[in-house]
């Protein structure tokens, strides 16, 4: 079955580390996304990417770096520079057109 | 910016309707509805396009005023199932991502 996965679900790190979260998609979707959500609140967009080997910044993309080398990956690096870390991050993509996201499970990352 | 979704919350009992407001201060392309379930991911609904136009799903149905760039969500005769979260996500032309609405509990009893 076509979907996008996530991995690990659950992500434990110390403050000052980087950790990347991964992302695969096996729709043959041109497009992707990270969001980013936190308690009580919608899904705030870090990066996005509409072809392989270019990506755009979205609402909160300080603190974060994504790479596109295949179409069918798009991991995001959380660095040290985020401030708050902590949050729900949930990939996404979608085939161009006119057509709804299609997200993944989502990865809850935790940093102590 | 992100839409402005209203309610923030809503509490129905099953067979009871609910409306979902959506909202932008910008010139929409499209309008977009998800659901979220407690700590699963976010499960497309429908996408509207045009001025007026409606679409439906099970018995979800969605409106998109073009001018007032405003979509609103109907739950009709509401079941358990359709508990969860519910989500706008709008695109601007030209834009091609979405912002999504800080979202709108919807909680159904028996």
Known sequence: DGGITQSPKYLFRKEGQNVTLSCEQNLNHDAMYWYRQDPGQGLRLIYYSQIVNDFQKGDIAEGYSVSREKKESFPLTVTSAQKNPTAFYLCASSSSGVTGYTFGSGTRLTVV | ?110
Request: aromatic share 10%.
């Open chain 2, 1 to 110: 910016q992100q839409p402005v979704q209203s309610p923030q919350a809503v509490i129905l009992r099953e067979g009871e309707d609910a409306v979902i407001n959506c909202s932008s201060s910008k010139a929409l392309y499209s309008v977009h509805w998800y659901r979220q379930k407690h700590g699963e991911a976010p499960v497309f609904l429908m996408i509207l396009l045009k001025g007026g136009e409606q679409k439906g799903h099970e018995k979800i149905s969605a409106s998109f005023n073009e001018k007032k760039q405003q979509s609103s969500l109907y739950l009709t005769a509401s079941q358990l199932s359709y508990s969860g979260t519910y989500f706008c996500g709008t695109e601007i032309p030209n834009d091609y991502k979405l912002s999504f609405g800080a979202g709108t509990t919807v909680t159904v009893r028996a």
